[in-house]
């Protein structure tokens, strides 16, 4: 793994702006007018040969790279660098005529065809095997190349195909279970097979969870979701270590599918030196920007606080929505200085020009159909050359509340046969968020098993699967002054999705009832339609959980139906700490008036007290974004004069009364901090 | 077949209560544990094996009977009967693997996978080689065991396998229509194959009605329905022969999965020596108590009136709806007592301890996973002990009135390329049933051909097909002084589903024109979301029957349309009786109004004046129970001082004012009966 | 191809009435009551043999004409005609089980099954030689049987299978492509294949666009669209060519789907004779008579203005919806009329004598169920004997407004991955075309190559496909004073779907700007549930470009959102002409309001002023249809004396102020003209 300033020997410390560059989609006369916009917009770093492996090896094993090297030689004497694909995300047509093998099969036993893009079973050894040839010839054929400063590794990982029903896959699927299990009779034990006739007696007998007569086995299926990960993950190994063989010096990346289950992310990004993340927020919806600082609060968090790249997001609209707005106006600035001041030191963009044929051609480019006269254009390139006004940045971003989200228990949650189906993880996430967002409240992700001493406020929405190591921690992090928000249908299970009730313990959470203070009785799911009043005023949805005290203090109680009087939100104090209890899903105003009342327990503040709708963000050198999302201009009050970067510097003269412009962002330092770089 | 005597010499002849006891799940030193509890709680029957294949069959061909041998000797050691389960539910692994043919296949060509539960084809060969070499090991084993009092044969034949499409099936089909036509031209003519070109020249033509690129031929798809029950069906009397040959004393059943369409459960039922069956009323919904009378109804109706078992009801809630919502604090017992007054003499569970584990540890055990302190258990042990207490009853429900529900019919109802496919059978029942149900009408579901002389009132959803014979038996019925009310789109075909049109005839109820006193002479089926109003203020949706009396009188015509001031609801004299015609389909509040006026015509009444939410169920010799199901009080007034059963035996004292305290029951005797009972 | 003379030689010129007739359904005592009937009914016209080839080849090359002998020498012996059918459509049951490969193969890879019909995939060879075996047998057979009058070539092509997936389809489909394109580059040129790493190398690697994990390529799939349908026509061409060959003087023709997109229909009407049809209006919905007319008007278009014949409808009620409603009395007589009136010269049903057993048994017939005392009897024989008295017409509907419809791009417009995947053209004729009936407008239909010079006005909606040949005919007719309206996505692409950018232009409907007087920058879908306020009043949805004039007058502007202010709805003068764009899409109320403006600038009015729901089409030579659908007598005052036919003899004396009953119908012409039949 490369340090910070390995990174940056290749990357630089500036700002990166650039896109997806698909030369291949244009004459080469294109390509010089390319390069001059480029510079005109400030570009200096392109994607490129992503979906290239058809032009690179268009015959089986017969590579024609002499196309690239006109586009990278031409890029670099252009001043522009390249982060370069491996060129492994969309196999051509021969692979599926050669290899049909390679092509994955869906749970209802259908092949998917050739035509589209990611038809490759992550699992396939041929295609694996093909890959790895494609991925030593780039490497050695680019390795000294003065243009290469990054390798992008594929591409969107398990966005389409996220599992394969193949044979081959269920061989690797019984071979990663007698790695894990190594006997039948552990295996049966940990599946829970004893009921439904489900036992095994050799290996040969297990399969993937195909289309069944009922349920599948929940730990059948949770382990099959972890392998189906972890076979995405073994193609990105195996591209990792080929390329650190080769071009141990050059940072290494794959673009993640945005905020995603589909695969655990944030073991992925352990293998790579520089997380970067494809945000794609839908302009349709006033939660749009919620949206995008969300996922790149993810992206940050994905390697604990290190700077990361927006690899793609869209310049204007895109295409694969069934109804695709625009983005207004300025909104596109607004959200690319969101994504900086949450960690982003690159802003790029899918694509460069905007396609005229093919699955995307409705998808915007920096480049548009309708040309440099256009307003996409004309945003992309202001916005360009304003970045790269930019001074050095130190991507400090300063979060004190943290999101605890586990991979594994999210896709325990998520199942069918399940007290609640409708118990959504992104939902209740997303519920969280926004309210935060709302109070400029800067968030972490963590995992359970997290160190969370740095945190003043830890949100743990729905866990149903938590380890006893986890659950030692949460206890470990409140007794010592944390303070811990749970939810509903949490810790009841251990990692292979067991009920922790060997003894009858009488309660649903039987790990956590001291740092609670109550017991979990039952728990009874609400119909969709219901909305269960609060004693205080509050109103909730979808859970009900029968509590009992045992020591809490009920901040909230039930009114109506059977478990009318019952506590329905708890709050104990736990050593030094406190731990509170979201017995039902709040709804939204109420989480709110909820999470302030946490919020100042905590001692969890706004850095800025700022008109409604405008984003704060602010890092620990004091550097502070202010982003105007509304369409009115406001005044707002600093805690001391500030510059703002994005004046010219003749007109940065510290202020203590910033006047914001209608969707507008300022980008604040301290005088005497902005001065020191000046000079 | 046993008679009730031989059945009481295995079974007693008092309350039966217990549930599903899966051993197989937990260490043996739990099993201990269990029957101190199952003792506690009165439990004196359990269920054992269901899903044991797996356990009793390991590998191919090696049986292990040593478990089951212990425990079945604890629980007879401990008083426990044992109803015992061939265990051919859901086959092991090994089936899959070395027999994959035995895997069904969807009416798409997709074959089903191991991994959940009856996985397997009602018609292959081989699973059901496979489960009689099982059966017969079972049977030989455990013929003389002194715990086993009763067979349970499979388990809810058809609730994920309805059909198969595979090539053995396909084989089954042909040689079910060679038996049936005899010969080509016959099925030609049965089909209708003129139409479309379908006509077939040889046995080996004929197909199973798999994907196709149009509408079925309803014959071809009707067959394959009767065919499909019938495979099933051969796998129950595949088993029963066995036991009967094996261990002619001991009573058989298999559990019925409610009431459902799947499969043909009277023609079923005549195989076994008692009815049993699985009631999961939801408890979201208003109507949960209805739902579960019904089934129970129908349940007691299958043996004509012979006393039945639950063979699983929920402790608690399910897992298996997409929100599973708590039964709340006593409801179960209320629905149990519900049961038991509709004729069980057995009240069992699903299943005795919760799972930790597997695709059910969502659904509540008798046990649950917060052990002994928790209400479930605390429900379940006090009702075991409450119904250990009863003294013997009779079990003599006493309906007057009676459903007509022939499965063809139903089968013909809800088919494609029909003039309303939106017409749901379930739904027109659950509308009489309910109406019926809160005026505490006892029902009887009864078949079109059943002798009907015993009911004052007879009332009879859609009935597409009718054959010659039942229309006979329905106009003696009237004839003879009884009421019938026929409801829309009924008696149109014969039971080939072939329009009764010989001759020109010029109604859609050729058989019945005298008997209703009206012509169909068309019939409108209505968008929905149409609302039609009748001339008495009745609200009707759906389907509008194009009247013509011949004799009949209106009871309500239409207002509206091009049928505005047209007949919609007749009654005609026809005999000594009165048979009413609905040509569309009633809203509830106004097919009460209707059913009151026949049950008023017909003579029918409550047993009792109660307050709504009462439900009273009263036997021939007088036993009559009351359930509150509402959270108040109410005072009910007797026709004569009665004594309630659930009072200890000081407390017993006759009242001819009864006060029912809120979510309570009681089970009233005459005075002079109870005392009989008490000397 | 005959020339009219040619084919009113066979068919006669006067009109035609009859319908389906299966008499393969019926024994043969049965066949002398249907001509009996027919007769009766003044029948003149059946077709027969529709789904005959299973009696026709009962076993593979054993064929038995017997049967159809007897049918065809007893329909002429009583004066019947007959439309024979060459039995194509629904090959028997030897079919699949002799050659499965013949049967369909899905999307996802599942093949279809025998048992419905049209289970035949349009690429078979096989299919294609049995077939072409049977039909030659028929000509051979009845080229010289007097009852032949035309021939019906197979039945609704495409209506249930217009796809297939075989293999050998993927064969047709290479071959296909190499005959368009010729070399593998032209082709990735063309698909745009760079994109995604989709290029080919040779023919073998390209396949249909089957089951895939994420977009298909549009171009890909366009072709597989225009391939689908031409394997189709294909078919349709080799039954045309034997024909031709064995019976040249005999008209052809084949029944069309009704109004549909399934095949390419202009473009097979062109391989026919005469133009035949089967329109199924919904009668649960007001529109009915507006679709029926619809579909007559497209008819009546695809051979430019040749009579035609509605092949089926339906005597009453249909069976394939999910709710068939009943027509109302009366209601099939005015629809029947609004058909003749666009030019149908012949009104035929399905069917003869309605089934009573198979798939179509709830499907209305001209002989009910309930036979001859039904009302559908009586109007179908009051209609008949009606028609059979009209006097010879003319045929020449006067239509001044064409609406454009091009295939090509009806199918480029629907596809996944667009800016607005609901955008659906159906919706977008059909509002055009109610507000064009309401106002009692005559609309053709024609290509956008069409010449449209003998039109005042032409309406064009959403268009995204056009060639620069289309569009310079467009201008052409602008130029030239027509009055042309385009709709909002139109234009962009070329006939590959490439959209036309090669150079930055600034627009997305670069061909057409100086017509428009406007570019087209961006554009906005809009979330289904959002309307857009124009700042004239109207109200529109789904869409707003956003558009700078260059020339043109804006007559709305948006009102709300970033594009408040710019303009909606623009009007440019062009030469002689007007050409108008919608940048969105209207609302109906608005849409009338725009087209009223249109209309009158175009100089286009109604043929006569009459109350709202009174149908109006005038002819050229003065015959005048005046339908009356609503339920009140309406007084229409007439330009000039004039005589209903429809009248006896006896009282038809002139009139200028016409009583028209309620649901009646009255068919006038000019008095002299009259006179000069009548002597």
Known sequence: MLNTSQINARLGSKMLFGGDYNPEQWSEDVWQQDVELMKEAGVNLVSVAIFGWARLEPVEGQYDFDWLDRVLDLLHANGISVNLATATASPPAWMALNHPETLPIDRSGVQYGFGSRQQYSPSSPIYREKAALLVRKMAERYKDHPALVMWHINNEYGCHIQE????????????????????IPELNRVWGTAFWSQGYQNWAEVQPPRHMPAFYNPTHWLDWRRFSSDMIQECLEMEVQILREITPDVPLNTNFLGFSKAVDQRSFAQQEDLVSIDIYPD??????KIDAALQSDWARSLKDGQPWIVMEQAPNQVQWRPINRLKK?????????????????????FQWRQSISGSEKYHSGMVPHTGTSSRTWQ?????????????????????????????????ALEQESHPHTGLSLMEQIGHFYQVLWKQNILVDFVTSDHDLSGYQLVLAPSLPILSETAAANLKTYVQNGGHLVMSCFSGLADPNDHIYSETFNGSYNPLLIDMLGILIREFDPQSSGTVLELSNGWQAVQWADVLELQGATALASFTSDHFAGAPAITENQYGKGKAYHLGTQLQLSSLEAFLKHTLQNAGVQSPLEVPEGIEVVAWKDGTTFLINHTSQEHTVLLPAPMQNLLQSAATQTAQQELKLAPMDVAVLQPQTQLEAILQ
């Not at 909104?331 to 960690?343: D, E, I, T, W």
């Not at 945003?379 to 594994?408: M, Q």
Request: glycine share 4%; with cysteine.
């Open 329 to 349: 106006p300025g909104q596109m600035r607004l959200l690319s200085y969101s994504m900086v001041a949450r960690g982003a030191k690159g802003i790029l963009y």
């Open 164 to 183: 394969c029903y193949a044979p081959h896959t269920a061989e690797a699927f019984r071979h990663w279970l007698e790695q894990k299990y190594q006997t």
């Open 379 to 411: 945003e992309i390139r202001a916005l360009g050359n304003e970045l790269k006004a930019l001074p050095e940045l130190s991507f400090t971003p300063d979060a004190k509340v943290a999101l605890i989200l586990d991979w594994d228990a999210w896709q």
């Open 283 to 288: 302009p349709a919806t006033q939660e749009s």
